[in-house]
């Protein structure tokens, strides 16, 4: 695959990255007098950009191709449609691609059909951004990660205004996990769920919890859904159980007698978890593969086993087992396949630089795992994540997640990129946990004063 750089992406790169500075200066200036924590909005923002900067640089000079080369391509040859065919073009842009549009316009508009449609969607998304980028790969990557930081700083907004005191912490879980930061920032699909994921979290805490601007974060609820839906439907599936559980819980919490409460709680949670499966059932025809249990299964195995061909995808590759399309087939693969999501690869499981990285930030989410669990004590972490509706929420998203992906991905190339979306919830939670023992025992020492 040709290098896609041109004398512009080295023109056009500073001149972008002076403008964020600029723009986004002024944003924490404004800011920080009356919330302190906008000190960590540039480094987090910096963080970002120079991840899908280093990203790109990867795929150009290290795998000499790739998904992000090719998004990038094939929505160049969308965005020149634009000035030949205006109207074709915006019809695609909020229509999507018929089979026919992938053909009828020429060679120079030849495009992928045989991918499927979250890739095409991919194309209908990237394209808009080289208008703004004059058609500059590092531009593109530029923009885009910079606009997606709004959804994982309002992420981080949303777990300082609960737990302000423990921000410097919050910021480590949520703007500067490196694999986050690395795939989360480029040109990929990894990038706008990502975004959609963390900003669907603070739209659904705003409209069903807090109950503030509801109409503005209604709209962005539905956007971020229709993201995740529309390109990765399986983060959405995810996402279901924990929400209704949040929701379920804020109920409940909000019934003040005790007995009544006691009662309503299994009737609440029931209720919860059918909406969630009507939930699934009217969006079905938008889930495709991922709009019943037994599709989901079946698409695991499906992946699984495609995943693990080592004469397409070399031996950069795990394998927990086969299962059966059964629910107790793929529970029985739960405890590896969560560890998996997890904290794999190892270090020794690397067999490139960029998955060594990968094996030493998971080192030190193991250690930082288990150590919390001995130092904490399973009984105090059960109430203390019983106790608080969001860390339950987090804790339950990310261990369905990391499940998901580690008994479907069997690839660690494709593993350290699918599970990022779970990584601020489950470091998050963590934070949450330590920071709830250490207030325990300091009103235990004053207590004992």
Not at 377 to 402: C, E, H, N, Y
Request: with cysteine; charged share 15%.
């Amino acid at each position: 695959m040709p290098v896609p750089l041109t004398i512009w992406d080295f023109i056009l790169l500073p001149f972008y990255l002076v403008i964020i500075y600029f723009v986004s200066n002024g944003i924490k200036n404004k800011n920080i007098e009356s919330n302190p924590i906008y000190k960590y909005y540039l480094p987090g923002l910096w963080f970002k950009i120079f991840g899908g900067i280093f990203l790109t640089s990867i795929y150009l000079f290290y795998y000499d191709g790739g998904d992000t080369l090719f998004y990038f391509k094939e929505s160049l040859k969308f965005n020149n449609l634009f000035y030949e065919r205006p109207i074709d073009y915006l019809r695609i842009l909020f229509t999507g691609f018929t089979v026919n549009d992938c053909y009828n316009f020429g060679s120079a508009y030849i495009f992928d059909f045989s991918s499927d449609k979250q890739v095409l969607f991919m194309i209908r998304i990237v394209s808009p951004f080289l208008f703004v980028s004059f058609q500059s790969l590092l531009a593109t990557v530029v923009i885009i990660s910079w606009l997606s930081y709004l959804g994982i700083w309002k992420f981080y907004k949303l777990f300082c205004s609960i737990y302000p005191k423990n921000h410097k912490l919050l910021s480590l879980g949520t703007l500067f996990i490196p694999s986050v930061a690395f795939w989360g920032s480029g040109i990929l699909k990894d990038t706008f769920t990502l975004t959609a994921t963390v900003w669907y979290t603070y739209n659904f805490y705003f409209v069903f919890i807090k109950k503030e601007k509801i109409t503005a974060n209604i709209i962005l609820l539905l956007f971020n859904s229709f993201l995740l839906i529309s390109i990765k439907p399986y983060i959405f599936i995810a996402l279901i159980p924990g929400s209704i559980i949040w929701l379920s819980y804020n109920w409940i919490t909000s019934i003040k007698n005790k007995i009544f409460r006691f009662t309503a709680a299994p009737v609440l949670f029931a209720t919860g978890i059918l909406i969630g499966a009507g939930l699934i059932t009217i969006l079905s025809g938008s889930l495709g593969k991922y709009s019943s249990t037994k599709k989901i299964i079946k698409k695991a195995q499906v992946t699984q086993q495609d995943l693990i061909r080592t004469e397409q995808y070399g031996k950069n590759h795990y394998n927990i087992g086969k299962f059966d399309d059964s629910f107790s087939g793929v529970i029985s693969k739960a405890p590896d396949a969560l560890f998996t999501g997890l904290f794999r690869p190892f270090i020794w499981e690397a067999n490139n630089p960029v998955m060594l990285l990968s094996g030493f930030e998971n080192l030190i989410f193991l250690v930082l795992t288990v150590g919390l669990f001995i130092y904490v004590g399973p009984i105090r972490l059960i109430k203390f994540i019983m106790k608080d509706p969001l860390l339950f929420f987090s804790l339950t998203f990310s261990i369905v997640f990391a499940f998901s992906v580690g008994i479907t991905t069997a690839n660690y190339g494709a593993l350290v990129r699918y599970r990022i979306p779970a990584l601020p919830f489950f470091i998050n939670g963590l934070v949450i946990i330590y920071c709830y023992y250490i207030d325990e025992k300091k009103r235990k020492l004053i207590q004992d004063k």
